[in-house]
Every structure is written in structure tokens, then in C-alpha cells.
């Protein structure tokens, strides 16, 4: 009898593993607030030379963390305060802020991929030592997924594919023109901004699913 339990339980377990699991298709949400991204020069102009960033928290893509340091970002109508920097360090500075930000700070702002920021607005930022004058650099982030080549494969999309989101819930609905971005050092996830998470009752802890 054991020996005809043993089987038993060995084909349930094999039947249990040949069930796809459901979150196999769907993604984990990143919700992101206004924050700045700084070059070592920009850094170093606002914090004092030779400054390095302290680490507060990692975040979920590899290797980038959420810092202790803030700064003030400045428009011609207005400054929003305690604007966290991300790190670690970038070649260009880069803020990214929410679209309604845009009033406030009196820039109007369009949404881009991180790090194209050509032909993008400039700010001043302030630190506790000086501030800086970008000529460009000003974004609202378009909302991306983040994912591995494995990934990719297993969701039949590719890096720089443009999808829809399907967001369930009470107040869920379809998130169109989100840029698939696959490379070999990306956590699987959908970067959304606060105000997109807001208008759809998204949270860190959401999932999403592409529908292409």
C-alpha cells in the first residue's frame, strides 16, 4: 500500500508541475515618483566635491538603489523640494518628474525612455552646496517593462516592442504604447509613474499582463 501511495503522490506532483502557473504571463507593477538621476560632475557641484551617494534602499532593477540624498528642482514658476536621487551615478543628469509637475514648475515636459534625453527641457537643481543649470534633461518617464531575454521569449515580445497593458481591478482598464525594454541585467517589471498607478488602483504589489 505505501509503495502504490508513493506513485500516487509522485503523479499528482508531476500533474501539479505540467499546470502552468498563471503568473507565469503577467508582471509585477514598479510605481516610481518624480526623482533624479545625477552625472559624478553635477553631483559633486551640488554635494561638494568628491561627494559619493549614500544608499538608503535597493530597488528592484539590478544594481540601482533609491539614495538618503534630495535635492530642489526649480522652474520659472515654481520648485518642488526633496526630489530623491537615484543612483548610482549616470553619464547625464536626468530629472524625471509626473506630468502635473509640469504646472507647478511652469516646463512643459514630454514622456521619453530613460536616457533619451536630446532635445528635452532643462531645469535648475539645488543642493545644499550649489546648483546646477541643465540644458536638457527634463522628462516625464514613458512607462516600460523591464525583463530578461528569457522573459522576453516566454511572452513572444522583443526590446523595443511596443505593447498594451491589461489592468484588472474596479477601476482597471488597457495602458497602450508601453515600450518592452529585454536586457541581460533586468528584474521583471512594469515601471508606471504615481499617477498612472492612481488612475488605475495600481500598487507596488499589482500585476499586470500584455495583450498585444
Not at 511596443?162 to 482598464?173: A, K, N, T
Amino acid at each position: 500500500m505505501d509503495q502504490y501511495e508513493a506513485i500516487i503522490k509522485l503523479l499528482m506532483e508531476a500533474a501539479r508541475e505540467s499546470i502552468p502557473d498563471a503568473r507565469d504571463n503577467t508582471i509585477p507593477v514598479g510605481v516610481s515618483n518624480r526623482h533624479v538621476h545625477l552625472s559624478q560632475g553635477d553631483l559633486e557641484a551640488l554635494f561638494g566635491p568628491g561627494y559619493e551617494l549614500s544608499k538608503m534602499k535597493d530597488l528592484s532593477q539590478p544594481g540601482q538603489y533609491a539614495c538618503k540624498e534630495t535635492v530642489t528642482i526649480c522652474g520659472p514658476k515654481g520648485a518642488i523640494e526633496k526630489v530623491r536621487i537615484l543612483g548610482p551615478v549616470r553619464s547625464r543628469t536626468q530629472v524625471e518628474i509626473l506630468a502635473g509637475d509640469s504646472f507647478k514648475l511652469g516646463i512643459k515636459s514630454t514622456a521619453r525612455l530613460s536616457g533619451d534625453l536630446d532635445g528635452t527641457p532643462g531645469i535648475t537643481i539645488i543642493g545644499p552646496k550649489g546648483s546646477v543649470q541643465i540644458k536638457e534633461g527634463l522628462m516625464v518617464a514613458q512607462r516600460h517593462i523591464h525583463m530578461l531575454p528569457e522573459d522576453a521569449a516566454r511572452m513572444g515580445v522583443r526590446d523595443g516592442q511596443v505593447v498594451s497593458l491589461e489592468v484588472d481591478g474596479i477601476r482597471g482598464g488597457i495602458l497602450r504604447n508601453t515600450i518592452v525594454r529585454v536586457t541581460s541585467q533586468s528584474g521583471l517589471e512594469c515601471h508606471i509613474d504615481t499617477e498612472e498607478a492612481n488612475a488605475l488602483g495600481l500598487s507596488s504589489s499589482s500585476r499586470v499582463k500584455i495583450v498585444q
